[in-house]
Each structure stands twice: as C-alpha cells, then as structure tokens.
C-alpha cells in the first residue's frame, strides 16, 4: 500500500465491482482476489468534464473505474467527436493503452469518478502472477471489443430508433452485471449530446428519438433515468441480443 | 504433432506472420517462439466465399491466419452486411470466441487460405506456459481493437473520400509489417462489394470515390493492386497517424 493516505478505505474485495464482472467470467480464488484487490490499491479521485487520458498521450498508466461514468472518444481535426464507448463501474480505462504505446482516444469523466491507477507494470506483474486472472482480463478486454463491433454495426447498419434502443439496452445489462440496474431502468447521467456523440446523430435528432420511443411506451429517458416501459417490445424492435456481452456465468469454473 | 497429415510441413518459426507481427511488440526468444509454433501445428485450408465460423456458434477454436484473406462481418435480420475488418496473414481470427462463450460475429474467407486451428485449451495452456506470449497476444487483441475504433470514426465522421483513403493506407501499414507490401503499394483481392460493405458506402459510391482519387493522382486501385500514387499527399488527405497500429518496434524486449 504506497499510496491511498486520506482516501476512502476499499470495499471488501468481493464487492469491487471489477471483481463482480470478472467473476462471471471466471470463479475467482481468493487469491486471484488478492491480486487483483492489490490492482485497486492507488485510489484517485477525477471531476467530472477534465479529461484523464488524451489521445496520443504516452506511458500512462490504466485505470480501473470503481464509481462515476467516463465516456471514451476521438476528435476528429475539424473538432467532431466521435464517442466509442461509456465506461461503467467495474470497467478498466485505458487497458489498452498499457500495451499500446500510446492512448488511440480520450478519455473523459462524465460524472466525477473514482478509479485505481494501474501502472503497466503492477498489471504485467498481476498477469505472470496468476494466469486465470490475466485471462478474466483479456476476456473483460474481448468484451469490450465486442461492444465496439456492435456500436459499428449500430451506425453503420442501424436506424436511429433501433440504434437508440439497442444503445440503451445495452448499457442496462452492464449496469445490471454490476448490481446497478434491473429489468427495469437504471439511472443515467448521460445527456442528449453524450447520446448523439455516440450515435452519430444530432441532438435535436436525439430529443426526437426518445420522444418517440416514449410516446410508443416502449422506454422513457428524463431526469437522468432510464425506464424500460416494455422491455420485452424495446428488445424485438432492437433485435437485441446481450450473447454479446458473454454475461451468463463462469465459463472457467 | 496430433494433425497435420498430408499438409504442407510448417514453414520455419520466426518467419510465420504471428511470429513476426508479434516480433514488433514482444522480442520473443526462442522458447516462446516454440510455443508459438507449437500452437501452428494444426494446419487446414478453407476456399473463398465459405464461412470459417458463423455468427452465434459456439465452440469453435480460434484460428491463425497464415495465407490469404478474410473478412471479419455481422449481417443484420434485414440481411444487410456490415464488415468489421479484414484478416491478413498473422492475424487472429475468432480469438475473441475462444474467450466469449459464442461467435459475435462471422468470418468468411475472400481468398482461399490456410489457417492454423487453435483450440481454446490451447491457447489458455500456451498462456499457463508464457506470459510474455500471452501479452503479445493480449497486445496483438488490443491492436485490432484500436482499428476497430478507427472503423468506428471512419464511418461515424469521415467523408467517403477520406474514408476510403484511410482504409487503404491502414491496409498498407498492416501488410507492411508481415512483409506483404511497402510504401509503394500491396497486392489486394477485395472487391468493391468488400469496400462498400466496409465502408458503408455503395458499389456505386465506391467506384466514384475510387476514380476521383486517381484521377488526382493520389492512389489507384485497380487489376487487384493498390498503388501510392502519391503517398505523402494521401496520409495528409487522410489524416492517416499509424500510431494507433502500434507499429514501431519492440516494446518488450
């Protein structure tokens, strides 16, 4: 422990919401728990809208968010953004940036945060030390990428209604992954231009969308929560399917 | 060696393409190398335009790319098809399947190829072996996920033309490094169906976006070859920074 003075103490490890996600992929030992608990130990604080890590930013190291929302992202030279991903609690930021030499996008905290710093070579060291951890990693890392493919398909191949409504279901089964959300909503503390970002739309398109996914009670987006009105209808029109998202228990056992 | 009858003998070690590709992340010694090649040894030839793994299978081994191309696509229900990157010698196919419990998406061969077979137990015994191996393959996933991102900008807000220019000049780099091409030009068997179904564009948009970049001199494609007409003048249209690719020698020696 070489850091942390005057911070929050850590959750018991089986609580840590990185531990929870990797957990349904594999059973971790108690001392693969240790590991990666001992991953969590540089606990920083961010505010909300300041970027962490800045594209083309090199030797940083990753982070683990345990609280709060960031969205990951690129601009473009004539200053459009494109959103990649949001990251929820339980979700590394910068992962690959460990291995690439430097960050490929940004970073920015959409609420304040709380995450673990990870320099690359405590992650390098966590992975020689227990493989089935390294493993969980490269799984959650998988994961990630598989969503990246979806958001692909969603502006390449999707309306804007459908796109909205898989963008939405999506972000429900994380949170629920990570005992924040149910089959009923969540709260999000997304805005409209957070949404067009990353759906490639405008936000005047955006307040159009969730109007009309609202006025066919299908699901509502106001005062920062989610609510799924008739999930089981959102989930046909968005031809959603979460085996994606690889949540249905411990593979490795 | 379990397989293999009848099939071409392995081509020596460190000239493979993973071995190679994975060269510029990792030095890799000659125990690691072994591993590598061991992990070759089931070698299978597949002809173009005949799914390697289907969309939702479950599984399947991952293989290694060592001749030929492929693509890597999700078809939508209204049968609509979005490629997510192109394969080329030295690259993973399905690596993310072997850790997700089903296929997120399909690959089909555009050339005839052969692959090495590689179970999961495998590569999760390969990883218990070497680390280091491990963290290649860790960087190497990572790496296709950084383009993967860079798809997602390139259709999220770029131009057809510079969409199209970027393509080819990734597609360039990549090639590089595994020894198929230079900062002359490649060889490259896709079809304009490829590019628009890459690109999301059209056959026909293809074509126009094709001709007005020759026709100023910048890149012709044409009879399967791509030629830098005017390389500098590209990257800059372009806005093409390979770093993302992560290309410059190794980092792990």
Same mark, same amino acid.
């Given at each position: 422990?070489?850091?942390?003075?005057?911070?929050?103490?850590?959750?018991?490890?089986?609580?840590?919401?990185?531990?929870?996600?990797?957990?349904?992929?594999?059973?971790?030992?108690?001392?693969?728990?240790?590991?990666?608990?001992?991953?969590?130990?540089?606990?920083?604080?961010?505010?909300?809208?300041?970027?962490?890590?800045?594209?083309?930013?090199?030797?940083?190291?990753?982070?683990?968010?345990?609280?709060?929302?960031?969205?990951?992202?690129?601009?473009?030279?004539?200053?459009?953004?494109?959103?990649?991903?949001?990251?929820?609690?339980?979700?590394?930021?910068?992962?690959?940036?460990?291995?690439?030499?430097?960050?490929?996008?940004?970073?920015?905290?959409?609420?304040?945060?709380? !995450?673990?710093? +990870?320099?690359?070579?405590?992650? *390098?060291?966590?992975?020689?030390?227990?493989? #089935?951890? =390294?493993?969980?990693? /490269?799984?959650?890392?998988?994961?990630?990428? !598989?969503?990246? +493919?979806?958001?692909?398909?969603? *502006?390449?191949?999707?309306?804007?209604?459908? #796109?909205? =409504?898989?963008?939405? /279901?999506?972000?429900?089964?994380?949170?629920?992954?990570?005992?924040?959300?149910?089959?009923?909503?969540?709260?999000?503390?997304?805005?409209?231009?957070?949404? =067009?970002?990353?759906?490639?739309?405008?936000?005047?398109?955006?307040?159009?969308?969730?109007?009309?996914?609202?006025?066919?009670?299908?699901?509502?987006?106001?005062?920062?929560?989610?609510?799924?009105?008739?999930?089981?209808?959102?989930?046909?029109?968005?031809?959603?399917?979460?085996?994606?998202?690889?949540?249905?228990?411990?593979?490795?056992?």
């Amino acid at each position: 422990m070489d850091c942390c003075l005057g911070e929050t103490p850590l959750k018991p490890i089986e609580k840590s919401p990185l531990a929870r996600k990797l957990s349904s992929f594999v059973a971790l030992s108690t001392n693969e728990l240790e590991v990666l608990h001992h991953l969590h130990r540089r606990r920083r604080s961010f505010v909300a809208g300041r970027d962490l890590v800045q594209q083309g930013q090199s030797e940083q190291a990753a982070y683990i968010l345990s609280e709060g929302w960031v969205c990951s992202y690129k601009l473009q030279p004539d200053g459009s953004r494109q959103i990649i991903d949001f990251q929820i609690p339980g979700d590394f930021l910068g992962l690959r940036s460990v291995l690439l030499r430097t960050s490929d996008h940004s970073f920015e905290p959409v609420t304040d945060i709380q !995450a673990a710093e +990870v320099p690359s070579d405590d992650l *390098l060291a966590a992975f020689a030390q227990t493989t #089935r951890l =390294a493993t969980a990693i /490269l799984w959650a890392a998988s994961r990630d990428e !598989a969503m990246v +493919v979806e958001h692909l398909v969603n *502006l390449g191949r999707r309306d804007a209604d459908v #796109r909205m =409504a898989h963008f939405l /279901l999506e972000l429900g089964s994380r949170l629920a992954l990570v005992g924040m959300g149910s089959q009923t909503g969540y709260d999000c503390p997304l805005t409209q231009y957070h949404l =067009a970002d990353a759906l490639g739309l405008s936000a005047v398109h955006v307040n159009r969308v969730l109007r009309q996914l609202r006025e066919n009670g299908l699901v509502t987006f106001r005062n920062g929560k989610v609510i799924f009105d008739d999930r089981d209808r959102l989930v046909k029109i968005a031809e959603f399917d979460p085996e994606y998202l690889d949540q249905t228990g411990p593979l490795l056992t």
